[in-house]
Nanobody
Framework: QVQLVESGGGLVQAGGSLRLSCASSGSAFSTSAMGWFRQAPGKEREFVAAISWSGSNAVYGYFVKGRFTISRDNAKNMLYLQMNSLEPEDTAVYYC???????????????????WGQGTQVTVSS
């Protein structure tokens, strides 16, 4: 069982930055691909970023355009999402998720993630 708790959301002006954190319990973190997803009101859940076990492989949603960076600290069981140059369109609830993997790879498909956090709200004002 993996439990995930996000933090770091809040209200920020357009152009600002936020760093989201996701704390994971249990020993499975270091063998789990990790991902960030988001969901805005009235919209479907959307892939933001994912990272492999080791952190050496990462991928981002098309809208990120170099503004976000996903990282992880396996010694601390922590996942991060540094978000810069935020836009009002980034307003959403952000979720971290874990997917058990047999190799050092990531996943962009929400259906492959078995464990989810409760989400943290990010609001970007114009």
């Amino acid at each position: 069982q993996v439990q995930l708790v996000e933090s770091g959301g809040g209200l920020v002006q357009a152009g600002g930055s936020l760093r989201l954190s996701c704390a994971s319990s249990g020993s499975a973190f270091s063998t789990s691909a990790m991902g960030w997803f988001r969901q805005a009101p009235g919209k479907e859940r959307e892939f933001v970023a994912a990272i492999s076990w080791s952190g050496s492989n990462a991928v981002y949603g098309y809208f990120v355009k170099g503004r976000f960076t996903i990282s992880r600290d396996n010694a601390k069981n922590m996942l991060y999402l540094q978000m810069n140059s935020l836009e009002p369109e980034d307003t959403a609830v952000y979720y971290c998720a874990a997917a058990r993997k047999w190799s050092d790879e990531y996943s962009v498909k929400s259906g492959e993630y078995a464990y989810w956090g409760q989400g943290t709200q990010v609001t970007v004002s114009s």
